[in-house]
């Protein structure tokens, strides 16, 4: 199934910039921005059975997890989640979900050279 949303902590419209070099959501409304709908995972999958969730979406993983705290103490699903964004904090993230579901293991793969900071981190109960 495919939901053409954005993904977040909150269920509405939010400005996205598709003429930057990410296509990402922007943090205010900016001249090249246009609104389009932000949903919770939480509010799109709340009767679906999750058992991995993967996402690299332009430095926006934090407040998708947050979205997305229902579904992931439900479910416990695999989890593999980008982090060499310059908004993200693999530190932050790592508390996100372990503050979730506290039995989750995780690895940290790799380290993006411009940043440096880990590439990726995967998550399993």
């Known amino acids: 199934t495919i ?9 509405g419209l939010i400005p996205f910039d598709e003429n930057s070099l990410d296509g990402k959501v922007a943090t205010k409304n900016q ?8 949903n ?3 509010t799109l999958l709340s009767d679906k059975k999750v ?3 993967k996402a690299d ?3 926006f993983e934090s407040e998708m997890l947050k979205g997305a705290e229902q579904t992931i103490k439900r479910n416990k699903p695999k ?12 530190k932050e993230i790592i508390e996100i979900i372990k503050g979730f579901v506290p039995e989750y293991n995780y690895y940290v ?3 993006y050279e411009k940043t ?4 990726m981190i995967h998550f399993w109960v």
């Open 31 to 38: 001249e090249n921005t246009y609104k389009i709908p932000i």
């Open 116 to 119: 440096p900071k880990p590439v």
């Open 40 to 42: 919770k995972i939480d």
């Open 79 to 90: 989890i593999a989640i980008t982090t060499y964004h310059t908004q993200n904090d693999p």
């Open 57 to 59: 979406i332009e430095g």
């Open 3 to 11: 939901h053409n949303v954005a993904v977040g902590n909150e269920d």
């Open 109 to 111: 793969k790799g380290i």
């Open 51 to 53: 058992t991995y969730l």
